[in-house]
């Protein structure tokens, strides 16, 4: 089955970039997802890109895709303390009945 | 709107004791699914229903039932609790499957 990858913790400056990486086995995945997690909360869908692009801007959020490598990534700009949270890596193969989520990456932003 | 509603929100139970976690939601999705949460290992699906009267398993089923008597509705059972199955569970929905996950916001089992 597919198999999804994050590193589990980022520590940023407020007003620095962030840079989330995600690793994922499955070359006929179609649909990949962020999720941001808040604590004590559910989690939202922050961002999404196609699998037949390869970047999507969505104001602070950058979304890179590198197919050959299996490697997506989400860029945030201008870090803010509000951003602190669990970022989630989510993808759709081909049976689409079934998102595969990371294990989450945790963001601390610091002042 | 409520979207996704789960309850309880937290609940303790003894290994042995059977319980019912509940979701509903309001938005004539016709994808709805269970996750569970553990640390360092994300969300993994338990089950999962593409509509009224079919479900089907996901990744780790065992010890866990679903049905799916209504749109809205879509239970999930604990048989025997373990207290392998202490977690958070998170209940989810979509217009259809692919789209976007609508998540509620949790429960927190502790099975001692």
């Known amino acids: 089955g597919e198999d999804v990858e994050q590193s589990l913790f980022l520590s940023v400056r407020e007003g620095d970039s962030s840079v989330i990486n995600c690793t994922y086995t499955?070359?006929?995945?179609?649909?990949l997802y962020w999720y941001k997690q808040e604590p004590g909360a559910g989690l939202q869908l922050l961002t999404y890109i196609f699998s037949n692009m390869d970047m999507k801007q969505d104001q602070r959020l950058t979304v890179l895709l590198n197919k050959k490598d299996k490697h997506l990534s989400l860029r945030i700009a201008d870090t803010q303390t509000g951003d602190s949270a669990i970022y989630f890596c989510?993808?759709?193969?081909?049976?689409?009945?079934?998102?595969?989520f990371g294990t989450g990456t945790r963001l601390q932003v610091t002042l | 709107n409520a979207g996704v509603t789960q309850t309880p929100k937290f609940q303790v139970l003894k290994t042995g004791q059977s319980m019912t976690l509940q979701c509903a939601q309001d938005m004539n999705h016709e994808y709805m699914s269970w996750y569970r949460q553990d640390p360092g290992m994300g969300l993994r699906l338990i089950h999962y229903?593409?509509?009224?009267?079919?479900?089907d398993q996901g990744e780790v089923p065992n010890g866990y039932n679903v049905s799916r008597s209504t749109t809205e509705d879509f239970p999930l059972r604990l048989l025997s609790a373990a207290p392998s199955q202490t977690s958070v569970y998170f209940c989810?929905?979509?217009?259809?499957?692919?789209?976007?996950?609508?998540f509620g916001e949790g429960s927190r089992l502790t099975v001692l």
């Open positions: 499955d070359s006929s995945s179609t649909y």
């Open positions: 989810a929905s979509s217009y259809k499957s692919g789209s976007e996950l609508f």
């Open positions: 229903s593409v509509g009224a009267g079919i479900t």
């Open positions: 989510a993808v759709i193969t081909g049976t689409a009945s079934k998102l595969t």
